[in-house]
């Protein structure tokens, strides 16, 4: 009897033991684009809907902030504080902010762009925006005239996971270099010739950029004392080449001099590539990504980590690039503005331009019916117009917007939408032609528009009649 005990006391101490040291492999994800340039495709943001979860962050390396899609809001922001001195000293919200917010980014780090762009007032705003919409803007080398961060160095977040909540640490980093001006010699070497940020245009002095790799250094060793289970290094910076004579590409010092960080997200040079690795100074790996440009692919960094003894060791990391291509509807967008500008550019000065023509002769793609809506026409009335959910359409919200949508064969083939202004052109509807909000065009029917250029500013009026 007592042998049979002593076994049974065995059996179950065996069982305790395999509990307790049973372990169970968690993910973390780390979505990460680069040099966007104010583009955030469809393609793109419709693969982050589908990726985004509670175990996945969504980061940004900088260079975000651009001209954007032309007559988009973007676009219309920048040239608003570009055309005009009003707003170099008066407020002008960016549009940037809430697109991403929407899309679903956590943090950015600002990149060269978002301070060449900008003046100090404009960047100070800017940086506000973001933070109105509760997305982190880091920069750990951007520093005041008085030597405090001029943003977040880094941020800690903690990432839901069934086994409990991974830290992850996301330090961001700007490529020294910012506003550099050079000289180049005889030998075809390069000189610089100013301090940087410190003395651009716009800033007199207060901001000043420092090292990158010694500021990675020095905050590594601050986020440790929070115990991350992961540091990941978002980086404006690219990986040195034999193709640039301009310095400041870091990324691999970054990854060799540096130890704590486990990846890095690196940008700026417009390069793409999946997985380069490397061995930091204690021997362990760092793997490194960098997402291209304007949207056109994103990485995903994966971590799988085994909980022990209530700590998440990483047993396996890697990275995976998913590329986008271009819709043909957004090819004949673009066919479209050129076609736009080269009628104005090459009639404007011709007494030989036509006075009407067709819009179905004049469009460089095929349709057989094009809806023009009324400014404020919902998305929902739209879609319900169309017969079925294209995209994320827009409402127009003012009444130098436009919006006409070609189709063929039931399918959306171009959706002009945007700021006419930045189109070159202006559509002009008589408001008693809208029914229900919506005129309906069919070629060779009743698309016929009368033409006037304007010379000056190279600019295309059609009128509808």
Known sequence: MKKRIIIGLLGVCMLLITACSSTKSVDVNILATTDLHGLLPYE??????????????LVDAGDFYDWGKQGSAWNKCLDLKWSTDEYDSSYLEVPIAKDMKAVGYDAVVLGNHEFIKSNKFQLDNMVSDFKKQDIDVLSANTYKKNGENYVKPYVIKNISTPEGDVKL???????QEVGQKYD???NGDIKAKSEGLRDFEGYDGTLYMGDLVENAKKWVKVMKKDKPDIIVAVVHSGENTKETKYPGNNIQELAQEVDGIDAIVAGHTHKEFEQHNYKNKSGEKVIVTQPGKYGECISK??????????????????????????????????????????FCYKDKNSNKAPKEINLSDFTPFDWDKAYAFDTHTSPEKIYKTICYKWQDIKKTESEDMVQIIFMKNNKVVCNLYGYEFYFNSYFEFNKSEYKDSTITIYPKKNDRFKINIDKLWCILHLKHI
């Open 44 to 57: 793109l943001t419709s693969y982050i809907k589908d990726e985004k979860s509670k175990n996945t962050i």
């Open 169 to 175: 640490g996301i330090l961001g980093l700007t490529i």
């Open 184 to 186: 180049t010699l005889k």
């Open 301 to 342: 960094i994966n971590f799988k980590f085994e909980k022990n003894n209530n700590k998440f060791n990483v047993i396996d990391k890697s990275i995976k690039i998913a590329k986008f291509e271009k819709s043909e509807e957004d090819k004949n967008f673009e066919k479209l503005l050129d076609q736009f500008f080269n």
